[in-house]
Structures are given as C-alpha cells and as structure tokens.
C-alpha cells in the first residue's frame, strides 16, 4: 500500500522565520513528488520534483527530493501571514496520487 | 474554458438516501479523479478514469460508484449514504501528467 507521511502536522511561526516541512514516501511505480498549498479550497500547485539533487524554487519556496531516501522537503524562507495554509504532500505513482495529512502552516505577524 | 465544475456545492442527506455528485470539464481531459478530503487528512483518491468508458478504484471506492460515458462527466455515485462519508469531495482532471490535474471547487457533504 502507497504510503506519504508529513511531518510536522502543525507549525507555528513568526513572520519572517524560516521552516522546512517534511515529506517521505513510499509509491508504487513512483513517477514524482507534488507540493500543494491549500488555503480552505481546493489544492493548488506549487512544485514538481522527479529527479534527485535538483531544487526547485519558487520566489522563498524551494524543494528538493531525495530518491536515495525516499524524501522531500519544501522551504519556505523570510514567511509572511499570507503562507499561512495547509502544505500537501503527494507522490504520483501510474495513475494515481498518494497524499499526506498535510502541514498546517500559521505564521502570526 | 470554464475549467473543472462541481455540483452542488453543499449537500444534506439522511442516511440511507442515494445522489450523484456531478463533475464536469470542458478541456478535453482524458483523465478524471474524485477524492474526498475528511479534516485533518490529505485527499484520498476514490475513483478514477483514464477516459470514456474506462473506470478504476482508488484507495477508499467503498460506497461510491463512477461512470464516464462521456469524456466530459464524470458523476460520483452514493448508493445508501452513510455519516462516514460526510466530507468535501474534490474533482479533478488533466490531459498530462498527474502533476497538471485541475482541481474543482469542491462539494461539502453532510450526511445525518
């Protein structure tokens, strides 16, 4: 069975504080690692990881994924209260996505 | 192009009542997906399809069927409703890879 844990479940930080969300894994025909934010809606896109040692930065969030160790991590630098959300993890196997529980992320100004 | 639609929006059923949840696209995506989102959890997959005609269970498709007559709809069936099936149930399709679904807005469903 697919399996995608997260860690931590919640998180509270100051504006302007760094975090690091983590992600591991365990999929069937692995394809690649997705990061999603999600703010009471539905999920939006944020990165694509497929490759191992390639970080992919979007303005102060940056990923990487480690295929060795079965292992994400996504980033976010100097935060603000608009990062605050749930952060998704989901690994892509054939046809299918596993998620995690998610992060949620609070940053207090 | 009005993306991934989702009706309703918010639904009220008694346990034992059946409905459809309905789903629909106009981008011409072979693939669509339903998942059911409960608090505290990421998504779980129920269904999906890689096109018309063609249907396949997800992680959690007790109590659900799917259909996918045409490329467009893709309807969520709950035969007998239950109250572990209250949750926001999301649709979603793409033409590529997983990566690329779009998501739609959701439907909240409480069942009594």
């Known amino acids: 069975e697919d399996k995608v844990v997260q860690s931590p479940l919640s998180l509270v930080v100051h504006e302007g504080d760094t975090v690091t969300l983590n992600c591991s894994y365990e999929?069937?025909?692995?394809?690649?690692l997705l990061w999603y934010k999600q703010e009471k809606k539905a999920p939006t896109f944020l990165f694509m990881l497929?490759?191992?040692?390639i970080e992919k930065k979007s303005g102060r969030l940056s990923s990487i994924l480690d295929k060795k160790e079965l292992f994400s991590i996504l980033n976010i630098t100097a935060t603000q209260t608009g990062d605050s959300a749930v952060y998704l993890c989901?690994?892509?196997?054939?046809?299918?996505?596993?998620f995690g529980k998610g992060t949620k992320l609070s940053v207090i100004p | 192009n009005a993306g991934v639609t989702q009706t309703p929006k918010f639904q009220v059923l008694k346990t034992g009542q059946s409905m459809t949840l309905q789903c629909a696209q106009d981008?011409?995506?072979?693939?669509m997906s339903w998942y059911r989102q409960d608090p505290g959890m990421g998504l779980r997959l129920i269904h999906y399809?890689?096109?018309?005609?063609?249907?396949d269970q997800g992680e959690v498709p007790n109590g659900y069927n799917v259909s996918r007559s045409t490329t467009e709809d893709f309807p969520l069936r709950l035969l007998s409703a239950a109250p572990s099936q209250t949750s926001v149930y999301f649709c979603?399709?793409?033409?590529?890879?997983?990566?690329?679904?779009?998501f739609g807005p959701g439907t909240r469903l409480l069942v009594l």
């Open positions: 989901a690994g892509a196997g054939s046809y299918q996505l596993t």
């Open positions: 399809s890689v096109g018309a005609g063609i249907t």
């Open positions: 979603a399709s793409t033409r590529g890879g997983l990566q690329t679904q779009y």
């Open positions: 497929t490759s191992s040692g």
């Open positions: 999929v069937t025909n692995f394809r690649s």
């Open positions: 981008m011409n995506h072979e693939y």
